[in-house]
């Protein structure tokens, strides 16, 4: 008796022990001939938003990514903008400038104030963009997967830079519900074939190798079939991928009291219920994750917008503008 | 008819059936969640038993499981009262025959209500169900009543008033009507359910900075039930120790100051932002008691092993291996003090570092946490009343100190590693580095469990073979029906025996 509760005690010992992961630097790109400068019009009208679903209006067209920002988009805006000068880098960390937010003085709140902050850390474990030579650099094969590490004011940044924005949450839920009122983008079911979450660890494993920052190139689950896995389109109502799964989203609202930034969609980390259409994570504007990255909304222009004025409808319809 | 007289009117046996309820909606509704659904488990519980599972209606279904435990649990702690806790016999079959029909209706009709479609009449008789538990509580706490002079306490070593009013009895009775008033906290706002009020967990709300009131009165509701169930359990086992002497007289009143000031804090919450602090100060006082019953009864324990063994002069190591003789004995206190580490140290850590660390965090990190240590406390007050069934089921020998050192090792393996889990980040900051620990950490949390349901469902599976005995230990139950305790007051004495419940199974 002794002598086995010894060995149970050593036995927890050792698998208490912790070791650093491998992390990859490199992998086999993968194509999946989805093109992330794809934008998407989302149209004026109502929709569903929450567990419980209430009808909201969003009166005016928008137009939403048809994927998350990549790692290879966004190491192209850190090089515009560092040769503009409007980034710098300090230790390792990329920071820009960022106006700040109105203090309301409310319990547990804290300040954000202006002043340079964090974008991006580089050499974090888990991010794919290396400065070397004065320019940034992705990752071989990590190109077209999601950009992560990420603060909230760096995806804000590359959202301003570009004159585009981050969605609202509200603008979010309806790309990625559209008018019914299902459970997930793609529907009310949810398998490994269709989304990276946490239940697709078994599965991913076996394609991706043994990385644990085990993000899926943007707009993978698309029919497709990869080394003979088969994958199901996930895309929204809308046409929009990814928009459950992968790598949780940051969206632009800034609530008063709080300045929590908020995060839709879920990612590789989570199980399902993360990745329902009305969940929702949130944290400080400068926190980063291997699991958060984030896509922009756009406003349509005057002319564009007459020109998709018959155009109220969903998935068959959908309008596709390559930028 | 025997059988079912044992299972169904014994406190004895009315425990083994909620016990053996409880286990086995963990056993089939833990298949759908987790790890389970990656390995295929849940498609295979939801095809065999036809689950309708609408992934809109998971936070409708996730309460309604809820309540079908606790109320077992309270149930238990129900049966467990009225045998310990000297009143009329009239009183503790109403109660107990009253209670049991209510937890299982609601039990078999919420869970179809959740699980199987939205059937709104299983709905209603889920509502009855509900109101017939509370029902059961009312005439509890009745029965409690302190004041009645024929329970006045006569020996001294046990708390009472000048008068002779019981102190223990009056804190089973101060738990009572506060639970009462709780779940009415509980009941009101569910009263206005779809009717302005919509399904949420509490945990979902932790970064809204405007609650309704009738959400606070939801997350009122919900820790101060588990914080009385957790009290419950603590008087219920110090009697089982026939806690008594210097600590009773101390704890008795502490512990009936902190269940008030704890309850009136929770209730509180739904008006002011100083009910923190009440319920802190009501904490303290709780755990102080509960403290208090510990040091007794590991004290009773050195004493008693060394009194078997004759030692007059023990060793300090004796003393040691006395206290670590019956583990089924030993174990429900050294829960309540594990419990600090897994629950009551995180809940006030959190509260310390809530700006420094928990609210930078990402809410979904936060959310694991606090769902987590809550999930471990009713986990822990769960083995603390396996533990007291063992030894109501008689269980002696190897076996006993086998069952009881493999759940106290698998239960606080699996909980200190969720612990763990919950805050990995103090412990490896770099983020990628700790899917290494989790994977561990998960691991360590499946082995405890797995240890947990595997002797589980061999004590059941053991009480269900009894049962096809002619004579089995059931039948000896039936006789001896109650919990053999020491009573703080024996009105036997006084009045007629047969109106009274008294042990020995007498009527």
């Not at chain 1, 079939?225 to 992968?246: C, H, I, K, V």
């Not at chain 2, 029902?135 to 006569?154: E, Q």
């Not at chain 2, 060394?306 to 050294?334: C, M, V, Y």
Request: charged content about 20%.
């Amino acid at each position: 008796m002794k002598k086995i509760i010894f060995a149970t005690f050593i036995l927890l010992g050792l698998f208490g022990c912790n070791s650093q992961p491998v992390i990859n630097t490199e992998t086999e790109l993968i194509e999946t001939g989805i093109n992330p400068d794809t934008w998407i019009t989302i149209p004026a009208g109502t929709f569903f938003s929450g567990m419980v679903p209430h009808e909201k209006l969003i009166d005016y067209d928008y137009e939403m990514m048809l994927t998350h920002v990549t790692n290879g988009q966004y190491a192209k805006y850190l090089n515009e903008a560092f040769s503009k000068g409007i980034i710098k880098i300090y230790k390792d960390s990329i920071l820009g400038f960022y106006k700040g937010d109105p203090f309301d003085n409310y319990l547990h709140e804290e300040e954000i104030t202006a002043g340079d902050k964090l974008f991006l850390a580089l050499n974090k474990s888990g991010t794919h963009i290396r400065f070397t030579s004065e320019t940034f650099n992705v990752d071989k094969g990590f190109d077209n997967h999601p950009v992560i590490n990420v603060t909230w004011f760096g995806a804000n940044a590359y959202a301003k830079f570009y004159h585009y924005r981050l969605p609202t949450e509200l603008e979010w839920e309806k790309a990625a519900r559209g008018k019914d009122t299902r459970a997930y983008p793609w529907g009310n079911e949810i398998s490994s074939r269709i989304t990276n979450y946490k239940s697709s660890n078994t599965v991913l494993h076996n394609i991706l190798g043994g990385n644990v920052a085990r993000t899926t190139p943007v707009g993978y689950y698309n029919g497709k079939t990869y080394d003979g896995f088969e994958t199901e389109d996930n895309r929204s109502p809308y046409g929009l991928y990814d928009m459950g799964g992968n790598v949780w989203q940051w969206v632009g609202d800034d609530y008063p009291k709080v300045h929590y930034r908020y995060m839709r969609g879920g990612s590789f980390t989570n199980y399902e219920y993360n990745i329902f259409v009305w969940a929702r994570n949130s944290a400080g504007p400068d926190y980063s994750s291997i699991n958060i990255g984030f896509r922009c909304a756009r406003d349509i222009s005057k002319n564009a917008k007459e020109a998709n004025a018959d155009d109220n409808s969903v998935i068959d319809n959908t309008q596709v503008n390559n930028e | 008819m025997n059988r079912f007289n044992y299972l169904f009117t014994s406190t004895k046996g009315l425990i083994l059936v909620a016990i053996s309820l409880v286990s086995l909606i963990t056993g089939i509704f833990g298949t759908l969640s987790g790890p389970m659904v990656e390995w295929g488990v849940r498609d295979l519980t939801v095809g065999i038993l036809g689950m309708d599972l609408n992934p809109a209606e998971r936070a409708g279904r996730i309460i309604m499981l809820y309540h079908t435990i606790a109320m077992s649990i309270v149930a238990i702690e129900v049966y467990m009262i009225t045998s310990i806790i000297p009143m009329k016999k009239y009183e503790q079959r109403n109660i107990n025959a009253i209670i049991t029909f209510g937890y299982i209706i609601a039990m078999i009709a919420g869970l179809g209500f959740a699980y199987w479609g939205h059937n709104f009449s299983l709905h209603g008789i889920f509502l009855v169900g509900q109101s017939l538990v509370f029902f059961a509580g009312l005439m509890l706490a009745v029965a409690l009543n302190p004041w009645k002079k024929i329970y006045y306490v006569t020996n001294n070593e046990y708390a009472h008033t000048k008068k002779g009013v019981d102190m223990e009895r009056m804190a089973f009775f101060v738990m009572a009507v506060a639970m009462l008033i709780s779940a009415g906290f509980g009941a009101v706002t569910g009263s206005f359910w779809s009717n302005g009020h919509e399904t949420f967990l509490a945990e979902d709300l932790i970064r809204d900075p405007n609650k309704t009131a009738l959400q606070k009165a939801i997350v009122g509701h919900l820790h101060i039930m588990l914080t009385l169930i957790a009290v419950a359990i603590t008087l219920i086992v110090g009697r089982w120790m026939n806690f008594k002497g210097a600590f009773h007289k101390i704890a008795m009143p502490t512990m009936i100051f902190g269940t008030l000031v704890i309850s009136g804090g929770v209730w509180s919450v739904v008006w002011t932002h100083m009910a923190h602090t009440f319920i802190y100060i009501g904490s303290v006082f709780v755990m102080l008691a509960a403290l208090l019953l510990v040091i007794f009864s590991w004290k009773k324990l050195i004493n008693d092993r060394i009194a078997e063994r004759g030692l007059s002069n023990p060793t300090f190591f004796q003393k040691f291996a006395a206290l670590f003789h019956d583990p089924i004995k030993f174990g429900p206190f050294w829960q309540m003090v594990f419990m600090n580490f897994t629950v009551s140290g995180v809940g006030i850590f959190m509260a310390i570092k809530l700006d420094q660390i928990f609210r930078v965090w990402p809410a979904r990190e936060e959310r694991i946490t606090l769902t987590g240590h809550w999930h471990i406390l009713a986990a822990l007050i769960a083995t603390i009343i396996i533990m007291y069934f063992v030894d109501i089921s008689g269980i002696k020998g190897k076996t006993r100190k086998w069952f009881g050192w493999l759940l106290i090792i698998g239960s606080d393996t699996a909980f200190a590693s969720m612990t763990i889990f919950s805050m990995k980040r103090l412990i490896v900051e770099n983020e990628t580095a700790q899917q290494g620990l989790m994977d561990k950490v998960m691991l360590l949390a499946d082995f405890g469990l797995g240890i947990i349901l595997v002797m589980m469902l061999m004590l059941l599976l053991w009480r269900l073979f009894d049962l096809f005995k002619k004579k089995g230990i059931w039948t000896e139950e039936s006789v001896n029906q109650e919990l053999t305790v020491e009573k703080t007051s024996n009105p036997v004495l006084n009045i007629e025996r047969d109106t009274f419940n008294t042990e020995g199974g007498e009527k």
